[in-house]
């Protein structure tokens, strides 16, 4: 069992595509913040390279628009900065007033809108900027120390924007890259089947079409690629998302094709994945096969219990055998694919800045109160104490809040974890490499090794994620002392006892502090899930490319609820689902993607019976209703 648990630790380390061109990225551009804060003497340079972990993305364009907008707020946050110094440089209660208002704002706005995480990166910006006036009571100096927060800001943002221009992936290549990759994977799934062919169909059903649409929108947006290979790859990607739902459905779901289909399919999948990879556009798809020899070397039925033998079974030796209408619709999928080069594909339902309940759901008030009063603890501590080097405490409560109780408990383990390795990292620099150490060129080939490190495991899934990012937090808080190379350990110590009690406080206040189960955030994943389904159980087939978009929403819920139900083990025993509960939500979600792929592939005509159904399934299991989710699972088995 332990060494099952190790491989599957072992695994998320593991390199996969672009995994290492992402993580020397990030790695050189925190080596050139550290250079360009030690040589123009920018105070917080451990700050700003951290800052950079939360913009690099794999995207170039997005990773761009990412600094660019970052920039731009951090300069309105320095104006309001420049307001309050006035107000509160001689009056520390305003002090504490103003940061605690506008901690509330931006980490409101965090939670209940599209500002996502870069609310809190703002936040983090102003709070720390109104607590070095306690340190600076003269008007000038508290002046020029808001422009040094300004500076620590926008400065990595800089050599994000010039990294990303130069030497980032484009968005072109990296939607190639998806197109190509799902169609093989599909191909390989429709010749061989296998458990883990369908576990990689249906974690890319997971990671839904958000990502890749919101690339394509910055390539046809920003005209980064010819009009007719924009077009070609936003098509691929709608069709290849169908063409997952009916691969997985010729399998899983009965509605199984004879060899020479399913080969014929794979042929023509895998064909397709070449060329639209390579930036050409996809062979015409040719005539569908209508009938099956007796036997078909090259598809083969599977013997073994991983494959799915026994949903072909039924159709092998079969002649003249009218394909499924999964097969029928992944023809179609693939014709499309090669087809019409005008055609553009359906954009993904709109969602508006302000989430729909962001004024009806308590949770987003509730968020920014426990996160900023994390905050303001550990600022009124280690202003007691006179300890200004542990402020690290209070940085760490705006980049690690998280939800809920589970989701802290496992993210606390994973911070506390990478804050002793990036602490082991620092200290063994410290004692063994920075005393050899006599230049910024120096310091900067350690900071690009550490980050890389850190980079490496902050890329990964989000089982590892959180551990890099404080890898990182704890390396530069320990490396990156002053302006050059320092072997001061007492300041490195005291920054990681920071890091540790900020993770601690955070801990007690979201474990305490109006505690939000697993059970609650599943409830409203899942009622969201039922309404997607009915929005597409209104379409029909009139609308079936809208179809596709709902869908990646819905099994992106899906995915979501099922990475919450992991967690629930990590409750405390008052919070948490009984096995019984656990057991029940688990088979919805079954049943929920079920239906929801019969809706994709097989629903001719809008049936508005069902939707009005789901609707009032999704208001009883978000209003968490006796007996709610067992009639979702009994109206979906009637499906």
Not at 229 to 235: A, N
Not at 440 to 451: E, I
Request: neutral net charge.
């Amino acid at each position: 069992m332990k060494s099952g648990v190790d491989a599957a630790w072992l695994s998320q380390l593991a390199p996969f595509p672009g995994r290492a061109a992402m993580a020397w990225r990030i790695a050189l551009v925190c080596a050139l913040t550290a250079m360009v804060a030690m040589t123009y003497g920018i105070p917080e340079s451990a700050i700003s390279c951290y800052l950079v972990f939360f913009v690099m993305k794999p995207d170039a364009a997005e990773s761009s628009l990412l600094a660019v907008a970052l920039s731009v707020l951090v300069m309105l946050v320095v104006g309001v900065l420049l307001l309050l110094t006035n107000l509160t440089l001689a009056l520390p209660a305003m002090r504490i007033v103003a940061l605690a208002v506008s901690s509330l704002l931006l980490l409101f706005l965090a939670s209940a809108s599209k500002l996502g995480p870069l609310g809190g990166i703002i936040a983090l910006v102003l709070a720390f900027g109104l607590t070095l006036l306690s340190y600076v009571p003269v008007g000038e100096a508290a002046t020029r120390g808001i422009l040094y927060a300004w500076l620590m800001a926008t400065m990595p943002m800089a050599l994000v924007l010039i990294v990303s221009i130069t030497i980032g992936r484009r968005p072109l290549t990296l939607l190639r890259t998806t197109v190509g990759d799902r169609l093989h994977a599909i191909a390989t799934y429709l010749e061989s089947g296998g458990r883990a062919g369908r576990a990689r169909l249906r974690e890319m059903l997971g990671e839904g079409q958000e990502e890749s649409m919101k690339r394509w929108g910055l390539l046809r947006g920003l005209a980064l690629a010819r009009r007719d290979e924009t077009r070609r790859l936003g098509m691929a990607l709608q069709e290849s998302y169908r063409l997952l739902f009916a691969a997985l459905a010729l399998r899983e779901n009965r509605q199984g094709a004879s060899d020479v289909q399913r080969a014929a399919l794979a042929s023509a999948a895998r064909k397709a994945g070449q060329a639209l990879a390579a930036g050409r556009a996809a062979p015409p798809a040719d005539a569908f096969p209508t009938h099956s020899p007796t036997h078909s070397p090259a598809l083969a039925p599977a013997q073994s219990p991983e494959h799915d033998a026994p949903h072909d079974a039924p159709h092998e030796g079969t002649h003249d055998a009218p394909p499924a209408p999964a097969a029928q619709q992944a023809w179609r999928a693939l014709s499309a694919m090669g087809g019409d080069a005008a055609a553009m594909p359906a954009p993904q339902p709109a969602e508006p800045f302000m989430a729909p309940d962001a004024f009806s759901n308590p949770e987003h008030v509730r968020y920014a109160i426990k996160t900023t009063a994390a905050a303001l603890i550990c600022y009124l501590i280690y202003s007691a104490l006179d300890w200004q080097d542990i402020h690290t405490a209070m940085i760490t409560c705006y980049v690690a809040a998280l939800g809920s109780v589970a989701e802290t408990t496992q993210k606390l383990m994973l911070r506390i974890i990478g804050c002793l390795i990036g602490a082991a990292m620092g200290v063994g620099a410290i004692l063994f490499l920075i005393p050899h150490m006599s230049s910024v060129g120096s310091l900067m080939m350690l900071v690009f090794a550490g980050a890389l490190v850190a980079a490496w495991v902050a890329v990964g899934s989000e089982r590892v994620s959180y551990a890099g990012v404080q890898i990182a937090l704890a390396f530069m808080m320990t490396v990156l002392q002053g302006f050059g190379p320092s072997i001061d350990m007492s300041v490195a110590m005291d920054r990681v006892i920071g890091i540790l009690l900020g993770n601690v406080v955070l801990y007690l206040v979201f474990t305490l502090l109006w505690p939000v189960s697993v059970g609650r955030r599943v409830r409203e994943d899942l009622g969201r899930a039922l309404e997607g389904l009915a929005k597409m159980a209104r379409l029909g087939e009139g609308g079936r490319d809208q179809a596709v978009a709902q869908a990646s929403v819905v099994a992106g819920q899906l995915a979501g609820i099922r990475r919450a139900l992991g967690l629930a083990t990590l409750e405390p025993r008052d919070l948490r689902l009984d096995s019984a509960r656990l057991r029940e939500l688990i088979a919805v979600t079954q049943s929920v993607q079920a239906l929801c792929m019969r809706l994709l592939i097989d629903a001719p005509e809008p049936d508005e019976a069902l939707a009005v159904r789901l609707e009032a399934l999704a208001r009883a299991v978000r209003n968490d209703e006796p007996g709610s989710v067992a009639h979702v699972n009994q109206l979906m088995e009637g499906q």
